[in-house]
Structures are given as structure tokens and as C-alpha cells.
């Protein structure tokens, strides 16, 4: 083992990456708390903003201090990518199953680009760069125009989904538990936490299924409009028979994923 890469398996086990990590959630709870009052307005006709991660911080752009919390907001998923990407480079080696151990890398390896784009956005609308606007519909069309690419939006499709039932399947079985300490699932603050990420990370698959939904549908129809992202697969909720009762409890299920993420803060277990 060279030096750097002792230093850099040092710093992925260091106290301060422990508290990196839990400004990064805190970042993270505050996003999806956003995230879920936009959706809650968007469920009584009341939304200024797209329901989504850039929206949230469009929105919270302006609001008083807004930039500063902004650049906060990207900060906090700096600290989270580096945290994943250590963990992709030197995590899990106590994992006696190499196919198991590499496929949790290759997990914090997607959590760590997903922290990336929420940090790029905010980096983009704290310089004004970003207009707080998605532009699904139109990548979706670039990939549409390559060789295979009606396939390869479906395989798209088909891996949001993937992803979005084992966010409800972590949910319903509680696995999220192991990410908090023993005094965070203890007591009645421990069952509310637990409450909290049950609903959380249940709403939150169920939204990510329907963005793949739709991302599966635009390939079937090869019409790139009808995909779509966070914002336009809540639109398609609210459109449903009861939709206004159905979003609205998703609005609240994301912001009890942003309470579930303080939470996890608090009692970091990793």
C-alpha cells in the first residue's frame, strides 16, 4: 500500500469525515424538505417551482440568505461524494463476497454521482448559471438519436425503476435501520426516526418508479416529451383519479425522508 492511497483509507475512517458526512445529510434532509413542499404546492395549485432537486434550489435561492444556503447546499454534497468515493475505493473489505463487496461499491459509485448532480445544480444556481428548469425531454432526444438509442432510454427506464422498488423494498423491510447508531433506534425518538424513514424511503421509490415509468414509456412511444423527471412524474400522479390525495402524501413521505436524513445525521452509523 503506497502512501496516498494509506492517507486517502485513513481519511475515509477519520472523525472528520464523520462530520463532513452528517453536514452533507443535513444538506441532503433540507433538499428533499424542499423537494417536498414544492410537491405539496403542486398538489393545490399553488407551485412556482419544478418539484425536483434543481426547483428546490431555485426556490430556496430565493429566499433571504438564499445564496449562502445555497453554496452550503453544495458544499454538503461535496462532502458526500468524497465520501462514497472512498467508500467505492476502499470500503467493504471486511465483506468476505468479492461480487458483494463490488456491487456495494458500485452503489456508493451511483449515490456519489447522484450527490454530484445535486451539487453541480447548486453550484448553477447559486452563479445563475442554472435556470432552475429541467431539461429531461431534451437529453432523452439526444439519446433517442444515437444507435440503440430507443434501447438504451428503456435500459434507463428499467434501472430507475430498479432503483426505485429497492428504495421501497429498503423501506418496507426497514434496512435503512443499520444506517443509525443504537440510541438512534431506541426509545420513542428511535421508533419516530424509524417511522420517518419507513415513509420516506417508501415515497421517495414510489416517486423514482414513476420517473422511470415514464422514462420506459417515452422509449416505447419514441416520443422523448414523455419522459421526464421528479417534477413531471409528479404531474402524472396528480392527473391520476385521487391524484391530489396521492401527491400529497408523497409530498409528505419526501419530506419525511429530508426528517429521516437529519436524523441520520445526528446517529451517523457507516
Same mark, same amino acid.
Given at each position: 500500500?503506497?502512501?496516498?492511497?494509506?492517507?486517502?483509507?485513513?481519511?475515509?475512517?477519520?472523525?472528520?469525515?464523520?462530520?463532513?458526512?452528517?453536514?452533507? #445529510? =443535513?444538506?441532503?434532509?433540507? &433538499?428533499?424538505? *424542499?423537494?417536498?413542499?414544492?410537491?405539496?404546492? %403542486?398538489? /393545490? @395549485?399553488?407551485?412556482?417551482?419544478?418539484?425536483?432537486?434543481?426547483?428546490?434550489?431555485?426556490?430556496?435561492?430565493?429566499?433571504?440568505?438564499?445564496?449562502? #444556503? =445555497?453554496?452550503?447546499?453544495? &458544499?454538503?454534497? *461535496?462532502?458526500?461524494?468524497?465520501?462514497?468515493? %472512498?467508500? /467505492? @475505493?476502499?470500503?467493504?473489505?471486511?465483506?468476505?463476497?468479492?461480487?458483494?463487496?463490488?456491487?456495494?461499491?458500485?452503489?456508493?459509485?451511483?449515490?456519489?454521482?447522484?450527490?454530484?448532480?445535486?451539487?453541480?445544480?447548486?453550484?448553477?444556481?447559486?452563479?445563475?448559471?442554472?435556470?432552475?428548469?429541467?431539461?429531461?425531454?431534451?437529453?432523452?432526444?439526444?439519446?433517442?438519436?444515437?444507435?440503440?438509442?430507443?434501447?438504451?432510454?428503456?435500459?434507463?427506464?428499467?434501472?430507475?425503476?430498479?432503483?426505485?422498488?429497492?428504495?421501497?423494498?429498503?423501506?418496507?423491510?426497514?434496512?435503512?435501520?443499520?444506517?443509525?447508531?443504537?440510541?438512534?433506534?431506541?426509545?420513542?425518538?428511535?421508533?419516530?426516526?424509524?417511522?420517518?424513514?419507513?415513509?420516506?424511503?417508501?415515497?421517495?421509490?414510489?416517486?423514482?418508479?414513476?420517473?422511470?415509468?415514464?422514462?420506459?414509456?417515452?422509449?416505447?412511444?419514441?416520443?422523448?416529451?414523455?419522459?421526464?423527471?421528479?417534477?413531471?412524474?409528479?404531474?402524472?400522479?396528480?392527473?391520476?383519479?385521487?391524484?391530489?390525495?396521492?401527491?400529497?402524501?408523497?409530498?409528505?413521505?419526501?419530506?419525511?425522508?429530508?426528517?429521516?436524513?437529519?436524523?441520520?445525521?445526528?446517529?451517523?452509523?457507516?
Amino acid at each position: 500500500m503506497n502512501a496516498s492511497t494509506s492517507a486517502a483509507e485513513q481519511a475515509h475512517h477519520s472523525d472528520w469525515m464523520d462530520h463532513a458526512i452528517r453536514a452533507g #445529510l =443535513v444538506a441532503y434532509g433540507v &433538499v428533499h424538505l *424542499l423537494v417536498g413542499w414544492l410537491a405539496l404546492q %403542486l398538489a /393545490f @395549485g399553488e407551485k412556482e417551482d419544478s418539484a425536483s432537486n434543481s426547483g428546490a434550489l431555485h426556490y430556496l435561492a430565493q429566499q433571504p440568505m438564499g445564496g449562502v #444556503l =445555497v453554496w452550503m447546499i453544495a &458544499v454538503g454534497m *461535496l462532502f458526500l461524494v468524497v465520501w462514497r468515493l %472512498l467508500e /467505492f @475505493g476502499f470500503g467493504f473489505r471486511d465483506e468476505s463476497d468479492d461480487a458483494k463487496r463490488w456491487r456495494k461499491r458500485a452503489t456508493s459509485l451511483g449515490k456519489a454521482v447522484i450527490y454530484g448532480a445535486i451539487g453541480w445544480s447548486a453550484v448553477q444556481t447559486a452563479t445563475g448559471s442554472g435556470g432552475g428548469k429541467g431539461g429531461t425531454d431534451s437529453t432523452t432526444a439526444k439519446i433517442m438519436n444515437l444507435p440503440g438509442g430507443q434501447l438504451l432510454v428503456g435500459a434507463i427506464g428499467l434501472a430507475i425503476i430498479g432503483y426505485g422498488i429497492s428504495l421501497v423494498v429498503r423501506g418496507w423491510t426497514e434496512k435503512f435501520r443499520e444506517h443509525l447508531d443504537a440510541q438512534g433506534q431506541a426509545g420513542q425518538d428511535g421508533s419516530a426516526y424509524v417511522l420517518m424513514g419507513k415513509i420516506g424511503y417508501i415515497a421517495k421509490g414510489i416517486a423514482i418508479i414513476i420517473v422511470g415509468g415514464l422514462f420506459g414509456y417515452a422509449a416505447i412511444t419514441h416520443e422523448a416529451k414523455k419522459s421526464g423527471g421528479l417534477d413531471q412524474a409528479l404531474q402524472t400522479v396528480l392527473e391520476q383519479p385521487f391524484g391530489q390525495a396521492m401527491l400529497t402524501a408523497i409530498a409528505f413521505g419526501i419530506a419525511a425522508y429530508g426528517v429521516f436524513c437529519f436524523a441520520r445525521a445526528k446517529h451517523l452509523s457507516r
